[in-house]
């Protein structure tokens, strides 16, 4: 009786212990690891530096932000992955601002995070935020002016070619005019219509293919040239969004959405 409840105890104390490393396999791996969003924990020195997302803002192409300086650090590195890929370092600053200038990177849109290193650049010395902050630009392939056709003295048509998207996603499309190379680059008023949508597809910077659509500007007065004069016209694409202000400071306003073409197309109305 007494080797039987022996057994009966060494076969419960097995039972026990195996259910306890069975329930420990099933912990997430996340529980057995640092917490990405805690503070100084786990022997690390600094805690997380994390991106403000209020602080994201656009400038053209390019995508900057900033993260809270943490105490103890002096230098920082700024990873990115995109949609299920591995962290990249991207480099390191010893501010808490970073521009991305990449447009393929920032057109496609991706995750970020900020870890800190050592002064020698050799040693973490801070964990992450493991998920990241996701950020893309809005960005939209250059309009190419295809003609123009001056109507009578007062009157002329623009006609160019950009993605249909820039209007179903909000943006506008406007229009600049300068008088010789020399000149500077002034916004003019436009009446803007649907003309026809052209049969090529294109893809854009962000790699979603669309039908480029042929829009006709129409502009008069001042915005008609002269006789004997050179005008140079372009197009560009204007979004809303949070863009970075003279103070440094970031707000709500009018960002460009699109590059231009310096030289995209002119005429001269030569003298009767």
Known sequence: MKRKSITKALI???????VAFSSLAALPASAATVSSDSSVSAGWKCSVPKIDASSIHQRGQSIGFRWNKVSDATRYRVFYKDNGGTWRKLGDTIGNLWYDRELKRTCMGGYYTVRCVSDDGKTFISDYQHSGTWIKATYYSTPCIEHVQKINWNKAYIFFEGNPNVIRDGNLFQLYMKKGK????????????MWEETPEMRTDYDGADYYPMCYRAEITNDSVPYPGETYYYTVRCVGFGNKLLDNGSVGFGEIFTSMYNDNNAYYIHHPK
């Open 182 to 193: 020399s000149g500077k680059w002034t916004r003019i008023k436009s009446r803007l219509e």
């Open 12 to 18: 419960s104390l097995m039972l026990l212990v195996s």
